[in-house]
């Protein structure tokens, strides 16, 4: 898609332009699902028209913390579990900025569940893609907030005993009004999923299913993955909130038995974001005007 340049001429928009000239060679390990969440931002961003002078990413703290470094755009690394108030408060002092926040599942779920909450609640005009290893990576292997029960890692040799958490059920009972989830191993669907959340006004959440090779074995169990639009076997209406809640609750029940789900869960149009009810004139408060009136008249005596 073409954009315009600083000076309003229309121009076409190179996915290389992306790429930065310091450090442009990501650092991941060979396999890593990171890669995916990189290819498929540099496809989406140039097709939904939004230059690299118009996006910023902030980023939170972990292997997948790395995107805004390999991307040429505005960005922001911001501490552990941060990546979304940080976003907010970009978002709020300029609204003409493609906000993207990014971050892993223990980054977002674990440490920055609150902030996560609270910005879907909030229905926040920006993209959050969460890269769900189902691992802390960048710490060497640790149990996260997705890992499945029973999951052996170095903090639980015998394999931890609490159930995952629910990232799409969590983010549809929060507020979320754009919900999907994606697959490294599906690039062709990330790409689409990450340009319409990029396109939704309002809070949209990608929970992306990224491998990592590294410290967690079962990497493998997100193939094969089945698209919930493109399979006969499901057949929901994603602009209504109870079979969406129930879609996201069997996709979350059935993705450690090894079944793997993907695809739009939940879009609502309707509700304004943020920065759209910010911009409707608010009502005066009542009686106000009144009590100043009194203040003043008492400081004169009158
Ligand atoms: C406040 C704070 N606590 C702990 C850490 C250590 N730490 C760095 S990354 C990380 C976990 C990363 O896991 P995740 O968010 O899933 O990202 P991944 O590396 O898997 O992409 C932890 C615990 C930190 N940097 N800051
Ligand atoms: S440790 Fe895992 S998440 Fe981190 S770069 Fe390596 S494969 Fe990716
Ligand atoms: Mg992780």
Request: proline share 6%; charged share 25%.
């Amino acid at each position: 898609m073409s954009a315009f340049n600083a000076i309003g001429d229309e121009r076409e928009i190179d996915r290389e332009e992306y790429t930065p000239g310091v450090e442009p060679q990501p650092t991941w390990c060979p396999g890593c699902g990171d890669f995916g969440v990189l290819k498929s931002l540099k496809q989406a961003l140039p097709e939904v028209g939004r230059t690299p002078e118009e996006t910023l990413v902030c980023t939170g703290i972990g292997c997948s913390g790395k995107l805004n470094s390999y991307l040429d755009t505005y960005g922001f690394h911001t501490i552990h579990g941060r990546s979304l108030p940080v976003a907010r408060a970009a978002k709020l002092a300029n609204d003409g900025l493609e906000v993207i926040a990014a971050g892993g599942d223990g980054d977002g779920y674990g440490i920055g569940g609150n902030h996560f909450i609270h910005t879907a609640r909030e229905n926040h005009d920006m993209t959050y893609i969460v890269f769900n290893n189902e691992i802390f990576g960048l710490t060497k292997g640790q149990t996260s907030p997705t890992s499945p029960k029973g999951h052996k890692s170095k903090t639980q040799p015998g394999g931890t005993a609490k159930t995952p958490i629910r990232p799409l059920s969590m983010s549809l009972t929060s507020g979320a009004t754009y919900i999907a989830r994606t697959a490294a191993v599906n690039p062709n669907q990330a790409k689409e999923i990450i340009a319409e959340a990029i396109e939704h006004d309002g809070f949209a959440h990608v929970d992306f299913l990224t491998q990592c090779p590294t410290w967690n074995k079962d990497a493998r169990q997100y193939v094969p993955y089945i698209d919930v639009q493109e399979s006969d076997d499901y057949d929901f209406d994603i602009t209504d909130r109870g079979e969406a809640a129930q879609m996201m609750q069997e996709t979350e029940d059935v993705l450690n038995e090894g079944t793997v789900l993907t695809g739009r869960y939940y879009v609502d149009e309707e509700s304004p974001s943020y920065q759209e009810e910010k911009k409707e004139p608010r009502p005066r408060p009542a009686g106000t005007a009144g009590r100043a009136v009194l203040r003043r008249r008492r400081r004169v005596g009158t």
